[in-house]
């Protein structure tokens, strides 16, 4: 690791050495006064520019225990079920996706068969396909299957979409185990789907756990899917909440919205603080178990 | 990596072996064959199919027609796809060039300082990629709102520009802004992997030969991640013109016509989510299909423009 290297090494270095701090400072300010704002204006009616307008309260929050005197969320489904809904998705996704993309993965990795090479590649290229082009006869799909307007439909969208990307990290994480520890249990005459099990996944749980994380976020913060496919009432999200009252008109409630919004990213600050590294390594691409 | 199948099986069961590697390989692939053949390949050929249709929501899901290239020529003879098209080029260059510089910019800034203080600018330019698309469009959304709340408007005012509601008076600003700032994390981090990957000998050397940190940035780490580069370039290229979520969450392709509507976009507009109630499934799948094809076609030239002009040019230090 050549870390900071050059800012360690003694003497030579002609940047004074604070620039590249206030380099960096300024050009991440626009993201700090964004999240900070979040923040800041769920507690207060009203804030202009920077400055608060009003004192301190937690009058936004007020959907929590009352929302039957938000204007805006009379015609909504509550937000209680639309939580839970959010967490079914994102954790039914992220399970379903890290089961079948370790499965795969782990085929790729240590199977030879007919095609490899070609389902490999194959995986890559839907990787990279336009959503929306899919999104559009997914519509009709969906609808074939019955499965349109409803939770379960959008969790297998949402999981298929993720697979390209796992499989290709969960295989990843599979060719850097040693062979051998596995071929020992081969060789005791353990099949491989009981050897994948109780052998390899053991090996590989930071990786599941990092791409899991990771998978729970996305699934967490999917807009478009439950928006197109989930369009009546009560199964819907905390995305299309925010987007239904931030979209109502235009006398936007900022308080209300920033409070609401604040409780739907919460969970993900949350995770991002305990999971950042990881985070960090999977979205780089650069994984290792 | 050791070559499975020889050590796995002695040679003389390899006929059997063949067999039965290829039906496990089909139990763990099955799920994610099942799951990609419904959700994948299936909605890409029921697209091609499908433009070639009426299929509408004013012809229901049964009582659609075959109509061969009309949506096509409905498409070209669209008053706007020249617009659009021009806006899809101009988004997705500028947006590039914001990701790749800014991108660029925070890896080399970030390993320039100390470890924990790097580690935390690349977590906080990593916030926008993992919020919710609808919380950060929002926060977008305030910051770019009509006097006297936005904050933009407070920024720039002691320089003598007139408040006004961004999102209506420039969308462009609003659109290259908010994917810049989400997008630059990508590049951010594949190059710092990249940088913390060159050899720390040969920026010793060079200190020891006394070149300056700008010097040793265009002489040695630039040469050194023009690969991890071309990556971003392509992928990112890509990954801009299938996008559309934080535009249409923002300026939603307005104000007015078309003002900052991409291709992708439009298909989704036309398609999917529309004023005018009749989703128009058929003619938003032929706009889909340009995009397909026109993603191929700039990923093909790419790969071309670098293989001839950037691989001849060799990196200035030998490794």
Known sequence: MATAVIARAPGRSRWPSLVPYAVLLLATVPILVLYLWLFYSSFFPRIEGFRPVGDFTIDNWRFLWDPQSVPQLRNRPPIIPLTINTFVFATMTSLISLLVSSMAGYAFSRLRFRGRRVFLGGVLLLHSFPSVTLLIALFVVLRFLGLYDKLVGVILVQTAFALPFGIWIMKGFFDNIPWDLEMSALVDGAGRLRTWWRIMLPLVKPGLLALGVLLFVEGWNQFLLPFVFMPSGSQQTLSTLVRGILGEGRFVDYGLLTAVGLYYIAPILVLFVLAQDQLMRIYAGGVKG | ?319
Request: glycine letters at 6%; aromatic letters at 16%; hydrophobic letters at 55%.
């Open chain 2, 1 to 319: 990596m050791a070559r499975i199948e020889e050590i796995a099986l002695p040679r003389e069961r390899q006929a059997t072996a063949w067999w039965r590697f290829n039906a496990t390989a089909l139990l763990f692939l099955g799920p994610a064959m099942a799951l990609v053949l419904v959700f994948f390949i299936a909605p890409v050929v029921i697209t091609f199919v499908m433009s070639f249709t009426d299929l509408a929501t004013s012809t229901g899901l049964s009582n659609w027609q075959w109509i061969g290239p009309e949506n096509y020529q409905r498409m070209f003879r669209s008053q706007f796809w020249l617009t659009i098209l021009g806006n899809t080029f101009v988004y997705v260059a500028v947006v590039l060039a914001f990701n790749v510089i800014v991108g660029l910019g925070i890896a080399l800034l970030s390993v320039h300082v100390e470890a924990k203080a790097g580690g935390l600018f690349r977590s906080l330019w990593l916030l926008p990629r993992i919020s919710p698309s609808v919380v950060y469009a929002l926060m977008w959304t305030w910051a770019a709102a009509s006097p006297p709340f936005g904050m933009i408007n407070y920024v720039v005012e002691p320089f003598g520009v007139e408040p006004r509601y961004w999102i209506q008076s420039d969308p462009w600003l609003i659109v290259i802004l908010i994917n810049g700032f989400v997008g630059a994390s990508f590049g951010m981090l594949i190059f710092t992997s990249a940088i913390k990957a060159i050899p720390e000998d040969l920026f010793r050397a060079a200190q020891v030969d006394g070149a300056s940190a700008l010097h040793v940035i265009r002489r040695i780490t630039l040469p050194l991640i023009k690969w991890p580069i071309l990556f971003v370039l392509v992928y990112q290229t890509m990954s801009l013109f299938a996008s559309y979520e934080y535009i249409y969450l923002t300026t939603n392709g307005g104000p007015g016509l078309y003002a900052t509507e991409t291709w992708s976009l439009w298909a989704f507009h036309t398609a999917l989510s529309n004023y005018y109630g009749n989703l128009d499934f058929a003619y938003g799948a032929a706009m889909a299909a340009i995009l397909v094809l026109m993603g191929l076609g700039i990923s093909v030239v790419m790969l071309r423009l670098f293989r001839f002009g950037q691989l001849v040019a060799e990196p200035r230090v030998e490794v």
